[in-house]
């Protein structure tokens, strides 16, 4: 993911990873769909989502705010960074309209570009499920014969577990980082 985002900046495409994120977390949802839902007004009935409308939270001087990009599955990254940028910008200025924060069936809250190391994030309810994504690291890993420098993204998930299991988490997990690892399949 990095070199190809390293690439296109190289052609003056600038693109977060957090747009490859999006269209990760879209592609695994698929596969999962307990996670991109929310439960009704009295937590009785879980409500599944067709669609694939994201939380994304956004630091501002007001505090954290979560507009939600929709049907992320349908927009390319170049898309996805434009609206983001634009969203993230009109959050910052105090512009987004209540209806611009509503129907999201999972969010993703990155605090990359503040740093840290890892954080439990919390789950946006109604809905069941949020991704914590801190900065990339570069790590030693052992390769068998000799230790290599890797990057490292640090994920955590969180899950209401009256409707999300730990082993569906963790599959869930599984299944997001091997697309992310993947990242030219996810772009076919």
């Known amino acids: 993911m990095e070199q190809f985002r390293q690439h296109q900046k190289e052609r003056n495409i600038k693109l977060s990873p957090l747009v490859f994120i999006m269209k990760a977390v879209v592609q695994v949802l698929k596969n999962h769909p307990n996670f991109n839902a929310s439960l009704d007004e009295n937590s009785e009935n ?4 067709k669609y694939f409308n994201l939380g994304i939270a956004v630091d501002t001087p007001n505090g954290l ?5 929709r049907d992320v599955g349908k927009k390319s990254l170049i898309e996805l960074a434009k609206e983001l940028k634009e969203t993230s910008e009109r959050a910052r200025e105090g ?3 209540a209806e611009e ?3 999201a069936g ?6 990359g570009g503040i740093g840290g190391t890892q954080f439990t994030p919390i789950i946006n309810s109604p809905e069941v499920a949020i991704l914590g994504v801190s900065r990339t690291q570069i790590k030693s890993i052992w ?11 640090p994920l955590a ?5 009256r409707v999300i299991d ?13 697309v992310l690892r993947n990242i030219t399949e996810m772009l076919l």
């Open 65 to 69: 705010v979560v507009p939600v990009v």
């Open 166 to 178: 730990g082993a569906e988490g963790a599959r869930f997990m599984a299944d997001l980082n091997q």
């Open 157 to 161: 998930l969180s899950y209401d577990h």
């Open 46 to 49: 879980l409500v599944i989502k």
């Open 106 to 111: 999972f969010t993703i809250s990155s605090l």
């Open 95 to 97: 512009l987004l309209k």
């Open 101 to 103: 924060m509503r129907d």
């Open 143 to 153: 390769n068998g014969e000799s230790f290599e420098p890797t990057a490292m993204l």
